[in-house]
Structures are given as C-alpha cells and as structure tokens.
C-alpha cells in the first residue's frame, strides 16, 4: 500500500512538472500582426487587401480550414506579400502551410521570366508556422519580418 502511494505521489510529481513546462499555446491577435508587418517591413510596391474572389484565386484554402486571416498582396509587379493565418486545427495549419508553400512555388514560377530580381525574396520567404498559425512575409527584408513576427509569437 506504502509502494503505491509513493508511485502515486512521484508520477502526479513528474505530471506536474511536465505540466508547467509546457509551452503555452500562443495567442496571435491576426489584424495586428498583419498590419504591423505592413507598417514597420519596408516594402517597396504597394500592398492592398485582395477581394474575397482574388483571394480564393491566390491561396485556394478551403474556407473551413480559416478562423480568421489577414492578407496584404502586392500590385503585381513584385512578389511582396502579407498573409496572417489562424487556422481551426493544427492539422488545418499544416494544410494552409501547404498552400502558402504552393504560392511561394506558383510565385516562384511566375516572375522567373517576368521580373527575375523577384526570385530572391521568393527564394527565402519567411513563413513561421506556430500551433494554429501561419505566417507569411515576402519582402527585401527578412530580419525586419522576423522581429516583428517574434512580437507575437513569443
């Protein structure tokens, strides 16, 4: 009886420590991040929201895989972009992940012969996928996207 009380007490000790280490799980205020990246990444086209149609065109994610999202596109004539996703699922992040990685390729693809100094920024996208969240910034500067991704996802 002693035997198992003392087991009883180490395993509850060993599930309260594995407990409090434990990461949280992080909490992205999606608009603000979006936003942020759009204010403090210098960019050098212009970046807009895209309509729902257009967006749908761009990304192809299926809308039940959305909580919420935020995305900022350029005018075309460079590869800049924004996209802040919360998804519904750790298995729905990893289908939106796939859809961002199939952007970054399709983008990859599309400015090869149209404006090949693209390449660069699409060759090393930053896309940071924590819990429920996908991010993606293509700009000139992934340290500036970084830290400001850093913000929230700490």
Known sequence: MKKRAILTAVIALTAAIFAGCQKKDVVIDVAALADDLKNTV???????QPSAAAFKQIYQIDDVDIAEK??????????????????????????????????????????????????????DPVIVTTGKYVILC?????????????????
């Open 70 to 123: 935020k995305v900022y596109v350029s005018s075309g004539a460079t590869a800049e972009e924004i996209a802040v996703f919360e998804s519904v699922s750790e298995d729905a992040a990893e289908r939106i992940h796939e859809a961002v990685n199939t952007r970054i390729a399709d983008n990859l693809e599309s400015f090869e012969d149209y404006n090949p100094d693209e390449q660069k920024k699409l060759s």
């Open 138 to 154: 293509v700009s000139d500067d992934n340290d500036a996207a970084r830290q400001c991704i850093e913000k929230y996802t700490k």
């Open 42 to 48: 210098p960019f050098v086209d212009t970046l807009d």
